[in-house]
């Protein structure tokens, strides 16, 4: 699954540990996720939508669509 979390991140100056922090991970989740090693969990995806206060779906892209 594509996405497009690390430049959401860059955008807000926000380093992987700043964006692990605010959603309850780990930074190596964050890591795995924005190089595509990991999808997360729905409520993960949600939680992340809000801190960027933007869809799901305008993070996450179906590589199948």
Same mark, same amino acid.
């Given at each position: ?31 795995? $996720? ?13 939680? $992340? &939508? ?5 869809? $799901?779906? &305008? ?7």
């Amino acid at each position: 699954m594509k996405n497009r979390l690390k430049v959401l991140r860059a955008e807000r100056n926000w380093s992987q540990g700043e964006l692990a922090e605010r959603l309850q991970v780990s930074r190596q989740s964050v890591n795995a $996720i924005e190089t595509g090693k990991y999808d997360p969990s729905l409520p993960l995806a949600f939680k $992340i &939508a809000r801190v960027f206060g933007l869809t $799901i779906e &305008a993070i996450f892209e179906d590589e199948a669509a």
